[in-house]
């Protein structure tokens, strides 16, 4: 069982930054890819970065590459969310989630509840 909590999201100007934290509980963290999804008001959750769980892999939404870096330090049981250059479009819910990796949401088995990011142009 893996029990996710993210973290810093808030309010900031476009072209400003965020890191986004997932703080995970469970021995087996390591063994899981993690992703970030977001979901903004009347739309469909969305992929947003992945991270295998050695690090050697990530992969982006077209969307967000070059602005937003995915890591994880399983040491401390946790995985970041860079986010540059932010813009108004990046308005959202951002979760975390555990599982299998890949863009689709039904690979994941374990979420967190979300953080709130909003982008003021």
């Known amino acids: 069982q893996v029990q996710l909590v993210e973290s810093g999201g808030g309010l900031v100007q476009a072209g400003g930054s965020l890191r986004l934290s997932c703080a995970a509980s469970?021995?087996?963290?390591?063994?899981?890819?993690v992703g970030w999804f977001r979901q903004a008001p009347g739309k469909e959750r969305e992929f947003v970065a992945v991270?295998?769980?050695?690090?050697?892999?990530?992969s982006y939404a077209d969307s967000v590459k070059g602005r937003f870096t995915i890591s994880r330090d399983n040491a401390k049981n946790t995985v970041y969310l860079q986010m540059n250059s932010l813009k108004p479009e990046d308005t959202a819910v951002y979760y975390c989630?555990?599982?299998?990796?890949?863009?689709?949401?039904?690979?994941?088995?374990?979420w967190g509840q979300g953080t709130q990011v909003t982008v003021s142009s």
């Open positions: 989630a555990a599982g299998r990796g890949g863009s689709l949401f039904h690979s994941y088995d374990y």
């Open positions: 469970g021995r087996t963290f390591g063994n899981y890819a």
């Open positions: 991270i295998g769980w050695s690090s050697s892999s990530a």
